[in-house]
């Protein structure tokens, strides 16, 4: 027996979860709630919210994040070698994230293109976009990736131009102490 109804809801649900199919892909995905391991006015809610941020903000940012151990991050989806240290930077999220905030810089990147490369790699700390570079140039980047660490105090403990190692990215999260 079927309830009255029934075969409509059915299509209605199936109608639904084919829009949010089509509407995943043009966006690169749907919101992703962040896991943070701190408050800030400045820190995303959503890893793929991506909002535009420029040097000054993000100093205060930081500023707003001491007493939280923090590792920054600055990446692009088209980056090599960001592809193969993002696993690393997820992994040590998955075991710290409550403990020591992580927050991505995007740089000289697509919104589209970013938001892709967050969902592919399940990325669940905050990112913030910086297409123009001028972050990355603040930090003396010539382009991405880099890692810096700063602990809870608020002091740059230590940077990783370049791809990060396994055994840098252990070595320097325990120097902040994550």
């Excluded at 391991?37 to 420029?54: C, H, I, N, V, Y």
Aim: hydrophobic share 45%.
């Amino acid at each position: 027996m079927t309830r009255p109804g029934g075969a409509r809801s059915v299509l209605v649900v199936a109608a639904l979860l084919g829009l949010a199919g089509c509407t995943s892909g043009a966006t690169g995905s749907l919101s992703i709630p962040a896991t943070n391991a701190a408050s800030a006015s400045l820190l995303p809610t959503s890893a793929d919210a991506l909002p535009p941020m420029d040097p000054d903000q993000l100093h205060q940012l930081l500023t707003e994040l001491k007493g939280t151990p923090v590792v920054l991050n600055f990446w692009a989806s088209w980056c090599e070698p960001c592809k193969t240290e993002t696993p690393l930077l997820v992994a040590a999220h998955r075991r710290l994230g409550a403990q020591v905030q992580f927050v991505g810089v995007d740089l000289q990147d697509s919104a589209a293109g970013a938001r892709r490369f967050i969902a592919q790699q399940d990325i669940t700390y905050p990112s913030v976009f910086d297409p123009s570079a001028a972050i990355g140039t603040a930090y003396s980047l010539l382009g991405p990736p880099g890692t810096f660490f700063y602990d809870a105090a608020g002091t740059l403990v230590a940077s990783s131009p370049g791809e990060l190692s396994a055994a840098d990215l252990q070595r320097n999260l325990q120097r902040i102490g994550g």
